[in-house]
């Protein structure tokens, strides 16, 4: 389906680029959320300035924000727990329902789009068999559209669990959905 | 002698001892033992602009802070979401020191209480660049108490953010930063006066405050040599789209698109014609093929009826379909809009239905019109640019390819639905599955 112009196009950005550091190793979850966010909230002049970061922290502990987490951020933060989920809402990246293991978000923004951002897309919801916004049975992928990442040069962007995979053309979406399913322990 | 400025090397800096083995914080040693008014004097004198969008001269609003009231401080925006924009990024990722060194000399100069870095919450690769470079500066003593001596205590916190194009408005910005919905203010006052916490603040852009060490080096009058009369010094544009090489490309501001589409980015590929040129950010208004000759400084482009806005230039061939891309525009700004306002809440959604109703053959004549007149009743009437950044590029794809919306409408469809990238993202029967 690829174009020759969209190949040249895409043997630049690999050309230009930057290299990636590795991921940093995942925070250690040794102690109480509730003293993790505390800790968060001594850097800012007033704790309030903290309800993204605390949010985030409850997430990571949840896997997504469930009413639960919004009492534990409310009482560490002194806050109520519905102010906590207006402000949670107004952000795209806090899931106020569950997801799946691995979250698959597809940039389909303007240059996305102009190097084959949709056929990306087409790709992932034909080998996961779910349409953009679902999640697979096994619980494995929710697969979402989102707007500009900011990687618009070295598109189709594509983000898993946070991690940027650019250019991610559609023909390389098979080989690493098996990957990762093979990884979950096929 | 190279061009650049900020990325004139290969490669990163992210280490410390990389970055200072090429000259690194000699410049932040220089300011501490400057007179505060002097850093902002030389800035000023730079001709410096910020290179968030808005293009307003750096040391001018540096000067608006209240010397006096305290506390103050200095927020530096990486937000980074202006669809097809992606050099803040680029900066953190490769050269990290600049932006710290950056950050503590402005924030000397403005007697800043503390500094915040906003970034978004997609980059976080870049959070951990960050934070690794800002612990790697606490640990040489160019952060924390006392800064080498000066008596200046100097406190960053980065601070990611959750995923709202509308928190890189600098007001909505700071309602994030404290905690609350990232919802626009209305100015004024302005974050000079009343900002972070009702304190004097200084808001600015990551590649402004990551240029600051190499005036302070190298002199105001040096980097207002660069450049043109208005457009002082350098910029990193984003090229993206229907290029051979898009990337981030740092030019001075005498340059041309073309100097930048063709001899940086090499032009479209093989087989295909240019067919528009989104010169500033997906908020800004398309130009023409034969617009390429345009200068790349915030004068030239303005006179050929756009904007340089965040720097991100985006190319288009002939493929692709102008009434998806402007419905795409549409879309995106729809998704942001933060609901404050009812000409943008209401506008913006009403424009891109009509939009879809274009693409999808079903608009009727008089719809074309009533498009425009949307367009305007939103411009100039939102508390916050964010209405206009979808009313100005929808109007300027309307009015620059007519034509091809009316072919819509005449042929009760798209024409372009074979050929178009956006189609199998509107038409799901082009669906492109590999095989
Ligand atoms: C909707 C909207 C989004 C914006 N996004 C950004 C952004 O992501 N980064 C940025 O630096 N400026 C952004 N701006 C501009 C900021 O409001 C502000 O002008 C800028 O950060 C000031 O820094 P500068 O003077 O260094 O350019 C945005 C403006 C608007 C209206
Ligand atoms: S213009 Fe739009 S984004 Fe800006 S304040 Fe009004 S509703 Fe919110
Ligand atoms: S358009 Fe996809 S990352 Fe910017």
Known sequence: ?186 | MSDRILLDFEGDRREIADYEAAGGYESLKRALKMEATDIVGMVDKSGLRGRGGAGFPTGRKASFLPSDRKPAYLCVNADESEPCTFKDREIMLRNPHALIEGIVTMSFAIGATSAFIYIRGEYRTEFEVLMRAAEQARARGYIGRNVLGSGYDATIVIHRGAGAYICGEETALLSSLEGERGQPRSKPPFPAVAGLYASPTLVNNVETIATVPFIIEKGGEWYAEIGTERSKGTRVFSLAGNVKRPGNYELPLTRTLRDLIEGEGGGVPDGRTLKAIIPGGSSTPVLLPDQIDTGLDYESIAAAGSMAGSGSVTIVDDRTCIVQLALRTAEFYVHESCGKCTPCREGTRWGQEILRRIEMGEARQDELDLLLNVCDRILGNCLCPLGDAMAMPVAAFVTRFRDEFQRHIDEGGCPFVETSPFSSYYHHDHAGVPG
């Open chain 1, 1 to 186: 389906m690829s174009d020759p112009s969209t190949e040249q196009t895409l043997a630049g950005a690999r050309e230009t680029r930057p290299s990636m550091p590795a991921p940093a190793p995942e925070p250690p979850r040794d102690r109480p959320l509730r003293d993790r966010i505390l800790d968060v909230a001594a850097l800012y002049p007033e704790s309030r300035s903290a309800i993204i970061p605390a949010l985030r922290l409850a997430q990571e502990e949840h896997g997504w924000l469930p009413e639960e987490a919004f009492d534990e951020v409310a009482d560490a933060l002194e806050l109520t727990p519905g102010y906590c989920k207006a402000v949670a809402s107004f952000y795209d990246m806090f899931r106020l329902q569950p997801v799946g293991r691995h979250e698959v978000c597809v940039c389909t923004s303007l240059a996305c789009t102009l190097v084959g951002a949709a056929d990306t897309l087409r790709a992932f919801e034909h080998e996961l068999g779910v349409e953009a916004g679902g999640s697979t049975e096994d619980g494995l992928f929710t697969l979402r559209t989102v707007e500009c990442y900011g990687g618009c040069g070295w598109g189709p962007v594509v983000a898993i669990d946070e991690r940027y995979h650019e250019p991610l053309p559609a023909n390389e979406v098979v080989p690493l959905i098996e990957r990762l399913r093979s990884e979950a322990g096929g």
